[in-house]
């Protein structure tokens, strides 16, 4: 699980670009002065897993982005996960009426 992981966060990494990171960083510092909890502002993507229906496992990815990004950046993660894994060959994703 860890590598799978990896190989989101990785992905997610590239697409979002380093510049979200570095306005993240300027924003949990303007919190800061208005005192306000920046604790669960990551400035970066996270990646979790939760059991999913059917026995499958359920990766979330959740990370930062502008809100007119926010569409363009989905789709072109999720092609490049989706891309990346379906070369690995013991990484399986439901069919059917199991998506």
């Known amino acids: 699980m860890k590598e799978l992981a990896v190989t989101i966060k990785d992905i997610a990494t590239v697409e979002i ?3 979200i990171s570095a306005e993240i960083k300027d924003y949990k510092i303007l919190l800061r002065e208005a005192h306000v ?3 669960n502002i990551e400035e970066g993507p996270e990646v979790s897993f939760k059991p999913g229906d ?3 496992l359920q990766a979330i990815l959740t990370y930062p982005v502008h ?3 926010e ?3 989905k789709i072109q993660i999720t092609q490049k996960i989706l891309q ?3 070369h690995k060959g013991n990484i399986y994703f439901p069919s059917g009426n199991g998506r």
């Open 54 to 56: 059917n026995m499958w």
């Open 67 to 69: 809100p007119k990004d």
């Open 37 to 39: 909890d920046d604790n």
């Open 84 to 86: 990346k894994l379906n």
């Open 17 to 19: 670009g380093p510049d």
């Open 71 to 73: 569409r363009k950046i």
